[in-house]
């Protein structure tokens, strides 16, 4: 009896961990410049390529970027590596509408979804608030290299931030 109720507590947590969300926040690489809507820069692209091998074994289904080039472009790589489409979620009523909207479309998909988002230094700590990371910190200008992992299950909410591509410095 004991080993039919030990074999039956490891097989509910595994089907329990396996139907965890896994959503990949982080914020675009590098701007070429300080224009409303540029492109990468040389160390934008090196990063967006770092984000693509660190994702590497983690098969991303999902991607949802802002509308601008910046997001899109960081998340290319993974997407093409992946065969990935990306889905640009727009600015309908501000910041806020954003955010709302990317932690609406996160919790609509399947349970064992893996998906990456690519935002800004004031959306991406937002999201990871509305997806249940409350402690989530919030992300200086100068920051590029913060990937925010979290693991969504029911009600619950499981987070690691972890560093990739050429660390940055901020003064």
Same mark, same amino acid.
């Given at each position: 009896?004991k080993r039919l109720?030990?074999a039956?507590a490891?097989s509910?947590l595994?089907?329990?961990?396996a139907?965890a969300?896994?959503?990949?926040?982080v914020r675009?690489?590098?701007?070429?410049? +300080?224009?409303a *809507?540029?492109?990468?820069? @040389?160390?934008?692209? &090196?990063?967006a390529? +770092? /984000?693509s091998a660190?994702l590497?074994?983690a !098969?991303?289904?999902?991607?949802f $970027?802002s509308p601008l080039?910046?997001t899109?472009?960081?998340?290319?790589?993974?997407? $093409?590596f !992946?065969?990935?489409?990306?889905?640009p979620?727009?600015f309908?009523g501000?910041s +806020?509408?954003h955010v709302?909207?990317?932690a609406e479309?996160v919790?609509?998909?399947?349970?064992d979804?893996v998906?990456?988002?690519v935002?800004?230094?004031?959306t991406?700590?937002l999201i990871?608030?509305a997806?249940?990371f409350? @402690?989530? +910190?919030?992300?200086?200008?100068? @920051?590029?290299d913060?990937?925010?992992m979290?693991h /969504?299950?029911? *009600? @619950?909410t !499981?987070?690691?931030?972890t560093r990739?591509? &050429?660390? $940055?410095t901020?003064?």
């Open positions: 009896m109720l030990l039956a490891v509910l595994t089907a329990t961990s139907m969300q896994t959503v990949y926040l675009h690489a590098e701007k070429a410049d +300080a224009s *809507d540029p492109v990468l820069s @040389e160390a934008g692209q &090196a990063r390529a +770092a /984000l660190a590497a074994e !098969h991303p289904g999902y991607i $970027t080039q910046r899109r472009l960081t998340a290319e790589p993974t997407a $093409t !992946h065969s990935a489409a990306i889905e979620v727009g309908d501000g +806020a509408g709302a909207a990317i479309r919790r609509a998909l399947p349970d979804a998906v990456l988002v935002g800004h230094s004031n991406i700590p990871a608030r997806l249940g409350a @402690e989530a +910190a919030d992300m200086p200008e100068c @920051e590029y913060r990937m925010t979290l /969504l299950a029911g *009600d @619950e !499981h987070s690691q931030v990739y591509g &050429a660390p $940055t901020c003064p």
